[in-house]
């Protein structure tokens, strides 16, 4: 028999990612394909489970590793909410066993990418780190003394979440001011537009109807006022919300990745000093800031990682 492999899969709003991991973190076969969440649960698990089938056939599984959107129990395998899925209630773990017959290791998404990063990327020689991604929200996830932190509920952290602008935009979550409305690349998208409408001069302003951040990014690499603004706005409560979490937790690495991060390599200049010079002044010289190294594979790796290594919760009674 040839090398042990995991599936791991990572299943979002809009695409699952699947790949097969061995225990080294290297990932073959990867794959992507529309989610289609809008047709519900039971078409999502179908097309899942027909994905899981067409491994099996080409490889030899020693279980499945699911990273996923969304509030779950990783003790029952329940996922228990899912916005981006529409789901509650859906005991996916179990499903999967079921339809075939492999062991099912359940968790969030942003932890699964924190612990990807964590089990074979770039933090791996550290036991305790913060791992942002920052993508159309502001994913987060902990370890802490080589535990991965969940808090009392066992859904933590929302640090996308953290209240950084009294009265500012209105979040998904219902509130406002939180960190991902000003430093996503979502928030990014959506405050370029606002000024565009707003009649700033730019060289954006053809693009208005379909903007996209590798626009923008364009734009500021350009020089133009508006996506420099913008741009600048977004990294400067990037580095606050880092810097706060830094305050808090002092890890020894923060990693950070997720579309902002992978599409523009010059982003993060800049971005280590900037969060120094907003941090507790003992903590200073202990900020480190590393560019994620898996990309979009980070939590289908950090699903199937779960199944050599053991790792210990903190919290989650
Ligand atoms: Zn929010």
Redo the contacts with the bound molecule.
């Keep these: 028999m040839g090398e042990q492999y995991i599936l791991g899969l990572d299943i979002g709003g809009t695409a699952v990612k699947a790949g097969m991991v061995n225990p080294r973190g290297e990932i073959n076969h990867f794959q992507s394909i529309p989610t289609n969440g809008q047709q519900g649960p039971d078409h999502v698990l179908s097309t899942i489970i027909d994905l899981v089938r067409a491994f099996q056939e080409r490889e030899i599984l020693a279980g499945i590793g699911i990273a996923i959107a969304g509030a779950v129990d990783s003790k029952t395998g329940v996922c228990k909410y899912s916005p981006n899925l529409n789901w509650k209630n859906v005991p996916i773990g179990q499903i999967i066993r079921e339809s075939t017959g492999l062991e099912t290791k359940l968790i969030n998404d942003a932890n699964a990418a924190c612990l990807g990063e964590y089990f074979f990327g770039a933090g791996r020689n550290f036991s305790s780190i913060l791992c942002l991604t920052i993508g159309t929200g502001i994913g987060s996830g902990i370890i802490l003394d080589n535990k991965l932190f969940v808090g009392n509920s066992g859904l933590a952290p929302?640090a996308?979440?953290m209240a950084v602008l009294k009265g500012g935009p209105r979040?998904?979550?219902?509130?406002k001011g939180?960190?991902?409305?000003l430093a996503s690349a979502s928030a990014i998208i959506k405050r370029a537009a606002e000024r565009i409408n707003a009649g700033t001069n730019t060289v954006l302003n053809d693009l208005k109807d379909s903007l996209s951040l590798e626009d923008v990014l364009k734009a500021w690499q350009q020089g133009d006022n508006l996506a420099v603004e913008v741009i600048t706005e977004a990294k400067e409560y990037l580095a606050m919300g880092i810097a706060n979490l830094v305050n808090l937790f002092n890890p020894q690495c923060v990693v950070l990745g997720g579309g902002l991060i992978d599409l523009n390599s010059e982003f993060c200049a800049g971005l280590e000093d900037m969060v120094k010079e907003l941090v507790f002044p003992s903590f200073q010289d202990t900020v480190l800031i590393k560019k994620a190294q898996l990309g979009n594979k980070a939590g289908l790796a950090g699903g199937a990682g779960l199944f050599w290594n053991n790792i210990e919760t903190l919290g989650d009674r």
Aim: glycine share 16%; proline share 0%; with cysteine.
């Design positions: 929302e996308g979440h979040c998904s979550c219902g509130r939180c960190w991902e409305t």
